[in-house]
């Protein structure tokens, strides 16, 4: 069984509520619920929130919201693994039981069905797999990248190729390097037990196409968020 978990605390600090902001005339979070109860791939899709509001919010639009999530997994430091440790044993006492989890953070609206449906077929390839993380080519390469030392720059990455170091090579021979971004991520439940972690140990990359992996965090995503409804007519 496959459960999509939507982590939603009240408590941002560069974009206040946004989470609940509207966009395209709907709260945000509304698109991340619709998309991923549209997709066909999950049996729940679960709001974790430590707002009444959220919780209210998310329950109209077809989630489920079985507690408000306790303050210590909800600060701005909190690593994910405290509030998914939380919602699996609530979800344990609710009898529900999932092989898989999906995060599907509010922030990335734009996912399509054709996301879910690549990012399963790639789960689906691989029974050693531990984790599908969403990522995508990084914009600086950090080949290209310094650090400051005694008054000095050196090298982020002191790599090097048959002929020259990274920072001395062209861009377009350097191996390619990805970032993780917050638009999907799949794992195990068994990582939980197994591993203590989320991750886990094998972890495959599912390369977001588009918009699929942009991400609100600032007022200024929020602006490009628009614009992008407003290219593609609809979110």
Known sequence: ??????????????????????????????????????????????????????????????????????????????PDILWVQWIHQELLKMKIKASTYSILRPTSPFRTIDTFRRAFETWNKNTEIDTLRAIQNVNEHPGKMWVSKAGYIIPLLPFSSDLDFWHNSQSNTLPEIFVQNASFEIFKTSNLTKYHSITGKNIVGFKTLSTEGFDINTERDFLEAERLVKIKGKV
């Open 1 to 78: 069984m496959n459960i999509a978990l939507i982590p939603a605390r009240s408590g941002s600090v560069r974009v206040k509520n946004k989470n609940i902001r509207l966009l395209n005339g709907k709260p945000l979070i509304a698109h991340t619920i619709d998309i991923a109860l549209k997709s066909g791939f999950y049996k729940e899709v679960v709001v974790i929130t430590d707002s009444i509001d959220y919780a209210n919010i998310s329950k109209n639009y077809g989630a489920i919201v079985p507690e408000l999530r306790p303050n210590n997994t909800s600060t701005g430091e909190a």
